[in-house]
């Protein structure tokens, strides 16, 4: 999976080449660029194929062929050719092994600092502009009640990650980015540690995506208001993006941080963070004392990097089923991924060395 953000972007348009040895099948996802005219382009190597997209893209067939490139070529020269066929060449990056990739585009640079030469020889940290995971499904129980989505003012989304020890989680630190410093936290909350909770603490990113039918459109574009019960026994950051949704988002976070890493523009974000009951009873008869709203949905997991949720369109059922008992079954809804082994730093063509 790659994701691109660009959300400062002022082009037209983007061309995203995915250079890879291996044979791999793409999933993108844009994230902050709506405009009708921006343009998607996408170049694969041999045998490469691209799954889906959540933007309308266009995948130049035939370029990587025309252009002659191959995986086996040097960078230098790779890179050489990209800038004189294109014109261009704004990201030059290089990851080791990897299952989801992410680029931001977000900053953009004076134009007097930018330089036109690139020195692929130099290892340079480009923590700020490019990272890459190794992602591991992880193993989680809980209940989720298709039935109830949408018909209540708000989805309540309960995500509980439980184990304590927080080394287990291996996250390496987010570089400092003034572009997204910390927009949803309010800074200050005296129930609240800061000093034990940013810095080293580890990251868990959570995307949210409307669900798609095969072709890529949104099911269900209505605006939808949510709310997110994040716990977790240890300290964390919490770093939300999302997808062609609207509506109001209401987080509570009880042990970390909550930043608009980012979200969609239609989103209206507001973070509260306070201390909830660690039993489940307790939890559930706490979130619907404190909301006045019954959870569609509850995951539990040991331990977790990545979280993601696939928002269901409305249900067109008119009774609701009671969901005071949790059942111990996997939530197929939603997809939680675990353990980021690796942060690389980086520069557009993105060549995977499996």
């Known amino acids: 999976m790659f994701s691109l953000d660009n959300v400062e972007s002022t082009s037209s348009g983007l061309v995203l080449i995915l250079d890879s040895k291996e044979a791999v099948r793409w999933r993108l996802s844009f994230f902050g660029q709506d405009r009708p005219k921006f343009k998607r382009q996408v170049i694969l190597s041999k045998g490469s194929t691209l799954a889906e997209a959540n933007s309308k893209t266009t995948l130049l067939e035939n ?6 490139l191959s995986t086996d070529m040097p960078d ?16 030059f ?3 080791g092994k990897a299952n989801r990739a992410s680029v931001s585009l977000a900053h953009v640079a004076s134009t007097s600092n930018i330089n036109s030469s690139c020195d692929l020889s130099m290892s340079s940290s480009m923590s700020e502009s490019a990272m890459a995971f190794l992602v591991n499904k992880q193993k ?14 708000s989805d309540v989304h309960v995500v509980d990650i439980t184990s304590a020890d927080r080394t287990r989680l291996n996250a390496a630190p987010i570089a400092a980015d003034t572009t997204r410093s910390s927009r949803a936290t309010t800074p200050g909350d005296h129930h609240f540690n800061n000093d034990k909770v940013e810095g080293n603490s580890p990251a868990i990113f959570l995307s949210m995506t409307p669900k798609q039918t095969s072709t890529g459109d949104v099911i269900d574009s209505a605006p939808r208001n949510i709310t997110l019960i994040l716990r977790s026994a240890f300290p ?3 770093f939300l993006e999302s997808w062609r949704l609207s509506g109001n988002l209401e ?3 009880t042990n970390g941080p909550v930043e608009n890493y980012s979200l969609a523009s239609g989103q209206n974000l507001h973070v509260e963070r306070r201390n909830l009951p660690s039993d489940f009873d307790q939890l559930w008869r706490t979130i619907a004392l404190d909301t006045g709203l019954t959870p569609i949905s509850y995951v539990k997991a040991d331990v977790a990097n990545v979280v993601s949720m696939v928002i269901p369109p409305r249900s067109k059922r008119g009774e609701l ?34």
Do not use: N, P
């Open 63 to 68: 370029d990587y062929v025309d252009m002659q």
């Open 76 to 91: 230098e020269k790779f890179a050489t050719i990209v800038r004189q066929k294109l014109s261009a060449l704004t990201i």
């Open 93 to 95: 990056t290089q990851i």
């Open 140 to 153: 989680m129980t809980g209940c989720y009640h298709a039935e109830m989505a949408g018909t209540l003012s």
């Open 236 to 238: 964390v950051r919490w």
């Open 251 to 253: 987080v509570v976070s």
């Open 321 to 354: 089923s009671s969901v005071r008992k949790v059942e111990q079954a996997r939530v197929s809804k939603f997809l939680l991924l675990v353990q980021v082994l690796t942060i690389c730093s980086a520069r557009i063509h993105a060549r995977l060395r499996v």
